[in-house]
């Protein structure tokens, strides 16, 4: 089976941090995977900028090893890739100072008619100044667009200004704030799964939906990100955009099309229909922890203090917390999420787990049943797997037995799997926003999550340690096993 590739217009698109960590991991090495499959139309060029001088010729070296060292994959001949190496430029800029912008102008100067994408992979403080001085240099067209990163923010406050500085240059539509989750090939499929199919609508709701996990776990620690991880941590870094928006479209509401606002308003309402974080809820619903030394895979391991050189730091590696929908669809269904690093295993999904059966007919000797799981998987490996009771093979009587219908994308399509960021990239050249964030999301997400961070300030409660290579802190574990109910641990 192939996929199918849909060509996009002529394009420009400047990288602002093209030497960056970013660039060089997913976004040139997207851009070349999507040049290689024919998307990218002769006429795109690629525009690197940041403050180090460099030749076009270094910045082409600088791709050509990008690329080999993080393009998955690749099968292309060496005149593809001189093809992609080919459509690269560079120019050096100052982000807080005019200098080099002068460069820039010139590099647009005869391209004002295709679009043109502004790829902010540098950090928030910047994205004022630089969305400033496009617009003091007339570089924003009406077919411009501008890309910015999270974390959009460190609280609501901080987020509305960032927006306000954007907003000062960039309309709404042509904003678009990235989260890569959105992007993978699975959490579309959620939306596929839903309402694409009948036979899951009429179950997805509170009376026949026991509770819902969502799980991000790494096994990395902070590694070379230790500076900003500190001022961030976990609920800021991965529970306020990433889990969230999974949530999102976990329970949304069936939008009434597939057109972008249709599908943000329904997971507006969902962010805004979440019982707040407040009262006995901040205690009792919630759990932090940072990790301490322990083994991994590779071997042992430091715990966070030590990486970090800092005793005192309480900012939290592991968030595990309770949240509530509510709505008339979900009232009374918990939602449980939890994202940590130093854990067992890489993985990411989403669990929906059913209710038992209301009667059991068969009796003791055909075994016990076990309730419907449907098990959503974002990585390593993405697919879907149900879980169903069937009767066990072969004579003797009724028994029954538990299997998976398992579903891995990989292996039923037997293609390559297209990076999240590749999407991304070319629906922001589509001009489709889907997938992508609108200031009022950002804005509700924040004004629940703002509670919590205001309550560990006041609190000044250190997180609580775990073992890195366990799944978090005790009380993780207690905070859903008090209900009745278990993690589902290890994509078991």
Known sequence: MTTRIIPVEDFDLVIFGATGDLSQRKLLPALFHRDEQGQIPPGACIIGTSRRAMSNEEFRNFAAAAIDSHAKFMKATPEVVERFLNRLSYTAAEATQDEGWIGLEKELADRKDVVRVFYLAVAPELFGDICGRLGQHHLVTPKSRVVVEKPLGKDGASAEALNDAIGKVFQEPAIYRIDHYLGKETVQNLMALRFANVLFEPVWNHNYVDHVQI??????????????????????????????????????????????????????????????????????????????????????????????????????????????????????????????????????????????????????????????QLVIRLQPDEGVKLDIMIKDPGPGGMRLTHVPLDMSFRESFNVRNPDAYERLLMDVVRGNQTLFMRRDEVAAAWAWVDPILDHWKAAQDAPKAYTSGTWGPAASVALIERDGRTWHDGGA
């Open 215 to 372: 799980t991000v776990a790494e096994t990395l620690g902070v590694e070379g990100r230790a500076g900003y991880y500190d001022t961030s941590g976990a609920l800021r870094d991965m529970v306020q955009n990433h889990l969230l928006q999974l949530l999102c479209l976990t329970v949304m509401e069936p939008p009434s099309s597939l057109d972008a606002n249709a599908v943000r308003d329904e997971k507006l309402k969902v962010l805004k229909s979440l019982r707040p974080m407040t009262g006995e809820r901040l205690q009792s619903h919630i759990v932090r922890g940072q990790y301490r030394a322990g083994a991994s895979s590779q071997g042992p391991v430091a715990g966070y203090l030590d990486e970090l050189g800092n005793p005192v730091s309480t900012t939290e590696t592991f968030v595990a917390l309770k949240a509530e929908v509510g709505s008339w669809r979900w009232n009374g269904t918990p939602f449980y999420l939890r994202t940590g690093k130093r854990l067992p295993q890489r993985v990411s999904e989403i669990v929906v787990q059913f209710r038992d059966i209301p009667h059991n007919v068969f009796g003791r000797a055909a075994g016990p049943t076990m309730p419907n």
